[in-house]
């Protein structure tokens, strides 16, 4: 087996979402780790008066990319940004674009999707289904393609306590349901929302769902892997400890708590916190599309899925994160902080609703009554309406456990771990425990 930078060497890889948060991590470490790679192209759509190119141009000049910068000055000569819209036909690709990406991409990485958890079902089938089925008719056309990528999410199947490396049947025909919502109109598609969903809490993860088994459907003969990363937070060790680029889910709840505005969150303190840092995520990702390139020729042809999560082999419960939330910010504290530090999680929601009332809302009501009599725009409660919101869409997976199988991470992924050579391993997978 060929190390994974060797397998990387001389390959074009194709990116969707390069500008989120896993796109980011996972083009820099593709660019620093495997520098033998021949170009990094990602598609980019038109954003606020900027082109493709200019927003690849300013993101490459975050901080995430100063490792990569000094040891490979030229790295962006590598990156090619492709004008590109996925909700439009075609991926709105203009012709000659659709023939070089034809004629050259042998690796594809789709990892763009709405992350809204409670994104209208049209737009989140738009996002996640449609613009997944378009990526796949266009990886059909690649003339030299060798694995197809596609990012899904561990909780795509979270109706079910066990999970294993299997792609799912969902409980609804995705191409039906597709024409279905060509004629509803929007009041139509949101009173059927509840009904078609089910026992899963939004429509992130039953989009997700749905685009996994289209995934399976259409793949034909292409050769597919997907990855189901859980709760993706900050990184662990690459490219420095502690990189985010948003506050969006548990980062933006840690940093409430920080500040002393969060003080109380429904939560199981025995529910499985399932963390896994972004860098992880990044690491298995490429690891996957590794073995699953690598080994076509002699591997039983299936979708090898991998449920990547760290319940099974690090168990983390969400009372120890309450427990590390207040002893990391009393040793460390933040500036500028509204209170002292001092999250509890409460299981029992008419508890944690009388805690809410006592310790965010009546003090953000004060608080904002100070900031008007002297002479301030009073914000707090615009704070803490924010916060309940993104309390209210974590409730969910704060408050149940999981079972997932990961033997396909166990086995093939950790396999990339020790047939490394020293001489020529650039560390680009985090060993397991």
Known sequence: MVTIPEYYEGK????????????????????RSCPGIKAAYVLVRHKAGHAPQARIADMINCKLFDRVRDEQPDFAEKIVAVNSDLTLPELDLSTEDQETLADCINVVFHCAATIRF???????????????????????????????????????????????EVVYPPPVDYKKLIDSLEWMDEKLVSAMTPGLI?????????????????VQQECGNLNVAIIRPSIVGASWKEPFPGWIDNFNGPSGIFIAAGKGILRTMRA?????????????????????AWYSGSQRHTR?????????TTGGINPFHWGEVEYCINMTFKTNPLEQAFR??????????????????????????????????????????KTITRLH???????????????????NVTIHVTAA????????????LLPLK
């Not at 074009?12 to 660019?31: P, S, Y």
């Not at 089910?198 to 289209?214: D, S």
């Not at 963390?275 to 990702?285: E, Q, R």
């Open 12 to 31: 074009n890889v194709l990116i969707t979402g390069a500008t989120g948060f896993m796109g980011k991590v996972l083009l820099e470490k593709l660019l």
């Open 118 to 164: 409670n994104e209208p079902l049209k737009d989140a089938m738009q996002l996640n289904v449609l613009a997944t089925q378009k990526m796949v008719a266009l990886a059909h056309r690649m003339k030299h393609l060798e694995v197809f990528l596609h990012v899904s999410t561990a909780y795509a199947n979270c109706d079910r306590t066990l999970i294993e």
């Open 198 to 214: 089910g026992k899963r809490p939004n429509t992130y993860t039953y989009t997700k769902a749905m685009a996994e088994y289209l």
């Open 268 to 288: 199981s303190n025995n529910a499985v916190a399932d963390l896994v840092p972004v860098d992880v995520v990044i690491n298995t990702t490429l690891a996957a």
């Open 300 to 308: 039983p042809k299936s979708i090898l899925v991998y449920n990547c």
């Open 340 to 381: 002292r530090p001092n999250v509890n999680l409460r299981s029992n929601p008419f508890t944690n609703q009388y805690w809410t009332t006592v310790s965010h809302t009546l003090p953000a009501l004060l608080y904002d009554v100070y900031l008007r009599a002297t002479g301030q725009k009073p914000r707090m409660m």
């Open 389 to 407: 919101k993104a309390m209210m869409v974590l409730e969910y997976f704060t408050s149940h456990s999981w079972v997932w199988n990961t033997d």
């Open 417 to 428: 771990y020790y047939i490394k050579q020293e001489d020529r391993y650039r560390g680009i």
